[in-house]
C-alpha cells in the first residue's frame, strides 16, 4: 500500500489521458505542456511501483495510449474520488 496519496495533479492527468487516449489532447484538456504532463504520469508509476498506461509511439499509425489492468482499477477509484469531491463542493 502507498503511504500517502500521489498529488492529485497527477491523478487528474492520469485520468485525462485515459480519456483521451492520448497524452496530447490530455495537455490541451489540462492546460499543461505534453512534456508536463507526462512528467506527472511518469511519477505516479514510479510512486505506485505500476505501468499505468501503454504508450503509443510516434508514427504508430492508428494506435493509441491504453490503460493497463492496473490503470484501469486505478482510474475507477479516481473517478469515483473526484466525483465524490465534486459532490462534496458543490454541496458547500
Known amino acids: 500500500m502507498v503511504e500517502r496519496i500521489p498529488p492529485l495533479a ?7 489521458v485515459a480519456r483521451h487516449g492520448s ?4 495537455a490541451a ?3 499543461l505542456s505534453t512534456s ?3 512528467h506527472q504520469i511518469r511519477k505516479l508509476e514510479d510512486a505506485l511501483g505500476a ?3 501503454t504508450r ?5 499509425g492508428t494506435s493509441r ?8 482499477a486505478l482510474l475507477q477509484a479516481v473517478d469515483a474520488a473526484f466525483a465524490q ?8
Open 10 to 16: 497527477a491523478l487528474r492527468a492520469f485520468a485525462a
Open 23 to 26: 497524452f496530447v489532447r490530455a
Open 29 to 31: 484538456t489540462l492546460h
Open 36 to 38: 508536463a504532463v507526462s
Open 51 to 53: 505501468t499505468l498506461l
Open 56 to 60: 503509443a509511439r510516434n508514427g504508430a
Open 65 to 72: 495510449t491504453e490503460v493497463t489492468a492496473d490503470g484501469a
Open 85 to 92: 469531491l465534486g459532490a462534496a463542493c458543490e454541496a458547500v
